[in-house]
C-alpha cells in the first residue's frame, strides 16, 4: 500500500465524495421511511419501493461504494476508517436541518469530538 503522506487531492476528492453520497443515501432513506403517507406493514414497503427517495438512497450507496473502495486503495485501513467517520457528524448536521433532529448538548460535544478526531488523523496523515 503506498505511503500517502500528507492526504492528497485524490483522496481528499474520493474521501469528500464519500461524505456526500453516504449522507445523500441516508437522508434519502430517512425521507422514504419517514412519509407519513406511507402506511404500514407490507403496504408501507410498497409505497417505499414505489417512491423515489428509496432508490436515490440505494443509488447513492452502491456509488459510495464504489468511491469507498477507491479511497481504501490508497489509505490504511485504520486511517480510512476513522476519517470515514465524519460521516456521522454531516449526517447529524443535516438530520438537524431537513428533519428537525435534536443535537442535544451530548451530541454537540459528540460532533465536536469526532470532528477533531478525525482532523488529527486527516493532518498527520
Do not use: C, H
Request: charged content about 10%; overall charge neutral.
Amino acid at each position: 500500500m503506498p505511503d500517502t503522506g500528507p492526504l492528497s487531492a485524490l483522496v481528499v476528492s474520493l474521501w469528500a465524495l464519500n461524505v456526500v453520497l453516504d449522507t445523500g443515501g441516508q437522508l434519502a432513506f430517512k425521507a422514504a421511511a419517514g412519509d407519513p403517507a406511507a402506511g404500514d406493514g407490507l403496504a408501507r414497503w410498497k409505497y417505499m419501493a414505489s417512491r423515489p427517495w428509496l432508490w436515490l438512497g440505494v443509488t447513492s450507496y452502491v456509488l459510495e461504494f464504489l468511491v469507498w473502495i477507491a479511497f481504501l486503495s490508497l489509505v490504511p485501513l485504520s486511517e480510512g476508517v476513522l476519517l470515514g467517520s465524519i460521516n456521522i457528524v454531516a449526517i447529524m448536521i443535516a438530520g438537524r436541518f431537513l428533519f428537525g433532529e435534536k443535537l442535544t448538548r451530548l451530541r454537540v460535544i459528540g460532533i465536536g469530538l469526532v470532528t477533531l478526531g478525525v482532523a488529527i488523523v486527516g493532518l498527520a496523515g
